[in-house]
């Protein structure tokens, strides 16, 4: 799951606290499209949970809406 993080949270810390969730295998954040990638097990959180624990870590994230692809008219 990708997130948008804030300018002050797109750094390795967030990736950190991602990392300290259960179930998270992998976490990066990339500074310069403030965004961070997290991979984890969906038997073990969710990206709705993993949210959770970054907000109440003081991490400014969110998911972003889902990408709609419109159709070309011809």
């Known amino acids: 799951v990708y997130f948008n993080l804030s300018e002050q ?3 390795a810390a967030s990736a950190d606290a991602a990392l300290a969730v259960e ?3 992998d976490a990066v ?6 965004s961070m990638a997290v991979t984890f097990d969906n038997r073990e959180t969710t990206a709705e949970k993993i949210l ?8 400014d994230a969110q998911v972003p809406p889902p ?8």
Request: proline share 0%; hydrophobic share 30%; glycine share 8%.
């Open 23 to 25: 179930g998270v295998e």
């Open 52 to 59: 959770s624990e970054l907000t109440a870590q003081g991490i």
């Open 9 to 11: 949270s797109a750094q």
């Open 67 to 74: 990408h709609v692809c419109k159709e070309e008219q011809k």
């Open 29 to 34: 954040v990339n500074a310069k499209r403030k």
